[in-house]
Every structure is written in structure tokens, then in C-alpha cells.
């Protein structure tokens, strides 16, 4: 886990300042080299239409490939169904000015283990979030810059800040991530959004929007759509707010070479004619010796079946007989969060000679936060950014040149006119995503994990549930992912 940042009188963590912008895009939500041609080899490989395995596996995300891959290694035969035509689920590969790019997940942070143990394993080195020089802090009118361990707000609210966000972490500490409905005034703090919690423990405005936008940052979604129990639960799941907001020792500490996504497309590499894609689950059947997964005109025979689909998106099987009440009723409850992700390629990174990170987060600003991910070579300059929350709302339905002139519009106010002449634009509306919806993950609202959510992992009969949603550590995030399929794959072999 990230180290628990102390507050004084008159400092403040720079793990708790500019870096609420990377936030949940630790999560989620890659890129690599290889295997466009293994996915279209998988993809058109013809599959028996009544084809017998131990498990089926629904969704080639990171969680449904660790677990199909954590399966075969105990001798369990498997076929892992995708609906989409590539592998990687909210992870996602791009290429802008001739660089590799993550489209989704991006970020990993030294206490994400199970993530960094993959990328080891397949020899995918990290590099560091580059940080040198100073942040751009524009909130509640005053527009600041800043470096090192202090940010720039104000010596009032840099003492406010401090003492919310203690509140907030001695409240996520008493939190069991895994059943965070069992937490000491569960149902109270389920009953009121961020919104309402930070207009009772916040006066300063400059505080009160730094941390919305916060919550709209890891969250992809407003601080009034999500409850408190839920925010509280994703940070003790994460290790703490600090260690979800941070760039050095948190969750954007580093990147991985090459991008996220080539770790997926190794693990699919390694399934083979296991791995079937443009294979959208429609229906679930349970009887009394297994189960039978229809996926258009095909179908497979397995004797349990694991789902690794987000709740609103698993929600769209036919389930029979249908699911219980309590599981049910979370999918009804558990909307996608809304982003849009946006890649920016310059001739150099000019940011960097004017002494700044090209780290801005901003209230004045439709898209935003936005980052340095300038290659590592140097040979060109690149920012990455977010529409979150109502932001991508907004923009989602509009055109991709529309989107394109706000963004660079939005950065030319913080970087100067050369951000208005870009050399390549790239992007991604997970919101329209037809197999995805949003991003990063899903949002709970008022009540939702106090009535609902012990179906989150319950099995239901021969059905497991994974995901990143699902993860007891580090929801949210490609590591939690992981977490999941592992254990999911470990609870179905124990019944095998």
C-alpha cells in the first residue's frame, strides 16, 4: 500500500495536490505490440456450436484471462467468450504519431503487486510519470502554480484540505473493502453522496471543488451521484485517497513500456483456440449438472460459468432461471461511470521549456485534468486527458471535431497558442463503447451497498462474478481485475 501521508499546520502532501487527476485512470481504464493478427486467427477460427469445457469464461478483460489462465495451469479445460474483436475489456491499445498509447488503463502504482508481477513475468519493464517542474492549479478564481510538496491553494484552505482529507481517511480506514456494508455507520454514510459529506466538512470553495473534482476524477462521475460508503470503500480498498491521488508512490506513479494492453494480448496468446471473439454472451442456462452459455447461433457446455462483465453490463444476459432478487436489483443500481480519453501529439514537448509538468487541473475547464505522456525518447511531446463525469456526458454525442477544438481550446488557456497546433489527435468515447458503456468502472449510488452489496461476488448457483468491481483490493484498477479472475478461478476449482 501506499505510505499515509501526515498533515501539518501549514503543508500539504503534494500526494494529495495535482494528482487527483490521474486518479481512477489507474483503473482504469493499453496498448501493445502484438497479437493483432493471434485475435483475428481467434476471432475467425470456426468453434464447435455444442462444445463441452469445465468452464466457460464471459469477457476477455483482464479478469476473465487471469482467470481462464489460473484455470488451465490447474488442469481445467476452458473457453473464454468475448463479445467485442479484441481482447483487454476497459483496456485498450492506440497509436499516435507513430507511439504506442493506452486508451484505457494506463497508470500503475508500487503497491498494485499483482499487476507489476504480471508485467515481470512477460519482461514489460515501468517507467515513471514524468513530474519535473511545476503543476497548474486553477480553482475557485485563483489560478496558481506550484512544485514540489505543496500545493497551490491558499494557507486557509491548504489547512482546510489537510483536515478533509484526514476526516475522509480515518473514515475509509474503519471500512472493510470487501464488505463495506458491515462498516460502523454503513447505512448513515450510504445515505448521503460525496456532495452532501463535502459541503459539511469543506467551507473554503477552493476546497469544496478540489475535492469534486476529485471524486469526478476516480470516479468518473459526480460527487453527488455517488454515496459516501462508496468512495470510502474504493479508498480502502486502494490503500487510501492519498494513495489513490498520487503521482509518486501512488496509483499514477509509473507507466509500463509498450502500454497495458500488450499483457492481455499475451495472456490471449497463450489461450489460443480456447479464446473465441465477436462472441457476445446472450443467454445463461443453469440445470442441474451445469450450465449452457448461448453466444448467438453457438453454444458451450461447461459445468460452471464465470462472468466478469461490469453488473449493468452482465445485467443484459438472459439469465435462467432468473437471478435472485438481491443480484438483480445491483445491476439495476451499479451505472457505468462516464469518460472520454484523449491523447494529444505535439512536435516537442514545449510545456517542459516553459518549466512545467503539463499536469492541469482546472474548474474553469470542460476537459481536464490533463498530463504529460511524452515518450520516453523525446522525439515528440504528448499530453493525456479526460472528459469525466457530466463532461463526458456532454461531449459524448457530439462530433469528434467538436471534441477536438474544446480540448485544445481548454489546454491553449493553461499551455499558450501552441497547443492549438497539434500533429496528431487521438481518442476514445468509452461511453458509446458498445461492449463497455463507460469507464472506469461503476459508480453506487445512495443505498446501493447496504441493500445490495452482497451479491456483488455471491455466487449464484453454478454462476461466479469477477471483475474489477468485484476485487476486495484495488477496485477499480487493472490490479483489481486481476485480483478478481484469480479468485474466482481458485472459488470454481475448489467445486471442480
Given at each position: 500500500?501506499?505510505?499515509?501521508?501526515?498533515?501539518?499546520?501549514t503543508?500539504?502532501?503534494r500526494r494529495?495536490?495535482?494528482?487527483f487527476?490521474?486518479g481512477?485512470?489507474?483503473?482504469?481504464?493499453m496498448?501493445?505490440?502484438?497479437?493483432?493478427?493471434?485475435?483475428?486467427?481467434?476471432?475467425?477460427?470456426?468453434?464447435?456450436?455444442?462444445?463441452?469445457?469445465?468452464?466457460?469464461?464471459?469477457?476477455?478483460?483482464?479478469?476473465?484471462?487471469?482467470?481462464a489462465?489460473?484455470?488451465?495451469?490447474?488442469?481445467?479445460?476452458?473457453?473464454?467468450?468475448?463479445?467485442?474483436?479484441r481482447?483487454?475489456?476497459?483496456?485498450?491499445?492506440?497509436?499516435?504519431?507513430?507511439?504506442?498509447?493506452?486508451?484505457?488503463?494506463?497508470?500503475?502504482?508500487?503497491?498494485?503487486?499483482r499487476?507489476?508481477a504480471?508485467?515481470?513475468?512477460?519482461?514489460?519493464?515501468?517507467y515513471?510519470?514524468?513530474?519535473?517542474g511545476?503543476?497548474?492549479?486553477?480553482?475557485?478564481?485563483?489560478?496558481?502554480?506550484?512544485e514540489?510538496?505543496?500545493?497551490?491553494?491558499s494557507?486557509m484552505?491548504?489547512?482546510?484540505?489537510?483536515?478533509?482529507?484526514?476526516?475522509?481517511?480515518?473514515?475509509?480506514?474503519?471500512?472493510?473493502?470487501?464488505?463495506?456494508?458491515?462498516?460502523?455507520?454503513?447505512?448513515?454514510?450510504?445515505?448521503?453522496?460525496?456532495?452532501?459529506?463535502?459541503l459539511?466538512?469543506?467551507?473554503?470553495?477552493?476546497?469544496?471543488?478540489?475535492?469534486?473534482?476529485?471524486?469526478?476524477?476516480?470516479?468518473?462521475?459526480?460527487?453527488?451521484?455517488?454515496s459516501?460508503?462508496?468512495?470510502?470503500?474504493?479508498?480502502?480498498?486502494?490503500?487510501?485517497?492519498?494513495?489513490?491521488?498520487?503521482t509518486?508512490?501512488?496509483?499514477?506513479?509509473?507507466?509500463?513500456?509498450?502500454?497495458?494492453?500488450?499483457?492481455?494480448?499475451?495472456?490471449?496468446?497463450?489461450?489460443?483456440?480456447?479464446?473465441?471473439?465477436?462472441?457476445?454472451?446472450?443467454?445463461?442456462r443453469?440445470?442441474?449438472?451445469?450450465?449452457?452459455?448461448?453466444?448467438?447461433?453457438?453454444q458451450?457446455?461447461?459445468?460452471?460459468?464465470?462472468?466478469?462483465?461490469?453488473?449493468?453490463?452482465?445485467?443484459?444476459?438472459?439469465?435462467?432461471?432468473?437471478?435472485?432478487?438481491?443480484?438483480?436489483g445491483?445491476?439495476?443500481?451499479?451505472?457505468?461511470?462516464?469518460?472520454?480519453?484523449?491523447?494529444?501529439?505535439?512536435?516537442?514537448?514545449?510545456?517542459?521549456?516553459?518549466?512545467?509538468?503539463?499536469n492541469?487541473?482546472s474548474?474553469?475547464?470542460?476537459?481536464?485534468?490533463?498530463?504529460?505522456?511524452?515518450?520516453?525518447?523525446?522525439?515528440?511531446?504528448?499530453?493525456?486527458?479526460?472528459?469525466?463525469?457530466?463532461?463526458a456526458q456532454?461531449?459524448?454525442?457530439?462530433?469528434?471535431?467538436?471534441?477536438?477544438?474544446?480540448?485544445?481550446?481548454?489546454?491553449?488557456v493553461?499551455?499558450?497558442?501552441?497547443?492549438?497546433?497539434?500533429?496528431?489527435?487521438?481518442?476514445?468515447?468509452?461511453?458509446a463503447?458498445?461492449?463497455?458503456r463507460?469507464?472506469?468502472g461503476a459508480?453506487?449510488?445512495?443505498?446501493?451497498?447496504?441493500?445490495?452489496?452482497?451479491?456483488?461476488?455471491?455466487p449464484?448457483?453454478?454462476?461466479?462474478?469477477?471483475?474489477?468491481e468485484?476485487?476486495?483490493?484495488?477496485?477499480?484498477?487493472?490490479?483489481?481485475?486481476?485480483?478478481?479472475?484469480?479468485?474466482?478461478?481458485?472459488e470454481?476449482?475448489?467445486r471442480?
Open positions: 500500500m501506499g505510505d499515509q501521508t501526515g498533515f501539518g499546520a503543508s500539504l502532501s494529495t495536490a495535482l494528482t487527476g490521474a481512477a485512470a489507474g483503473l482504469a481504464a496498448q501493445g505490440s502484438a497479437t493483432a493478427q493471434t485475435q483475428s486467427q481467434a476471432a475467425s477460427r470456426p468453434a464447435d456450436s455444442s462444445a463441452s469445457v469445465d468452464v466457460v469464461v464471459v469477457g476477455a478483460g483482464f479478469a476473465g484471462l487471469t482467470a489462465r489460473a484455470l488451465r495451469a490447474a488442469g481445467h479445460s476452458v473457453v473464454v467468450l468475448e463479445a467485442d474483436d481482447v483487454g475489456g476497459r483496456t485498450k491499445p492506440g497509436k499516435i504519431a507513430g507511439e504506442t498509447v493506452d486508451l484505457g488503463g494506463q497508470w500503475v502504482g508500487p503497491a498494485q503487486a499487476l507489476l504480471l508485467a515481470k513475468e512477460y519482461g514489460v519493464a515501468v515513471p510519470q514524468f513530474t519535473a511545476k503543476n497548474i492549479l486553477d480553482v475557485a478564481g485563483r489560478r496558481v502554480t506550484y514540489g510538496e505543496t500545493p497551490g491553494l494557507p484552505a491548504l489547512v482546510e484540505l489537510a483536515l478533509v482529507i484526514g476526516k475522509f481517511e480515518a473514515l475509509a480506514r474503519k471500512v472493510p473493502a470487501s464488505r463495506p456494508w458491515e462498516a460502523p455507520d454503513a447505512e448513515a454514510n450510504d445515505a448521503q453522496t460525496m456532495e452532501t459529506w463535502v459539511a466538512n469543506a467551507k473554503s470553495p477552493a476546497v469544496r471543488t478540489v475535492m469534486r473534482l476529485a471524486v469526478r476524477t476516480l470516479a468518473c462521475a459526480e460527487a453527488s451521484e455517488i459516501l460508503l462508496a468512495m470510502l470503500a474504493a479508498a480502502s480498498s486502494a490503500g487510501g485517497l492519498n494513495e489513490m491521488i498520487s509518486r508512490g501512488g496509483a499514477q506513479d509509473s507507466m509500463l513500456r509498450g502500454g497495458v494492453w500488450q499483457l492481455a494480448a499475451r495472456m490471449a496468446e497463450e489461450l489460443g483456440s480456447a479464446l473465441v471473439l465477436s462472441a457476445p454472451v446472450t443467454a445463461i443453469q440445470h442441474e449438472s451445469g450450465v449452457t452459455v448461448q453466444a448467438g447461433e453457438r458451450w457446455r461447461a459445468r460452471y460459468v464465470v462472468v466478469t462483465a461490469p453488473p449493468s453490463m452482465a445485467a443484459r444476459i438472459d439469465y435462467q432461471p432468473p437471478l435472485p432478487a438481491m443480484r438483480d445491483l445491476t439495476q443500481r451499479m451505472p457505468m461511470g462516464c469518460v472520454i480519453k484523449v491523447h494529444i501529439a505535439y512536435e516537442r514537448p514545449f510545456w517542459r521549456t516553459q518549466g512545467l509538468t503539463g492541469v487541473l474548474d474553469r475547464s470542460e476537459f481536464g485534468p490533463w498530463f504529460d505522456h511524452s515518450p520516453e525518447h523525446g522525439s515528440t511531446g504528448g499530453l493525456v486527458g479526460f472528459f469525466a463525469g457530466r463532461a456532454r461531449w459524448a454525442e457530439r462530433s469528434s471535431d467538436a471534441r477536438r477544438e474544446q480540448v485544445l481550446k481548454d489546454v491553449a493553461y499551455l499558450g497558442d501552441e497547443a492549438l497546433k497539434p500533429v496528431d489527435f487521438l481518442e476514445e468515447v468509452w461511453t463503447a458498445k461492449w463497455h463507460g469507464g472506469y459508480t453506487p449510488g445512495l443505498g446501493v451497498l447496504t441493500g445490495f452489496g452482497p451479491a456483488l461476488r455471491e449464484v448457483g453454478r454462476i461466479y462474478w469477477a471483475g474489477t468485484t476485487a476486495e483490493a484495488f477496485a477499480g484498477y487493472i490490479d483489481g481485475a486481476i485480483r478478481s479472475g484469480e479468485h474466482s478461478a481458485q470454481v476449482a475448489r471442480l
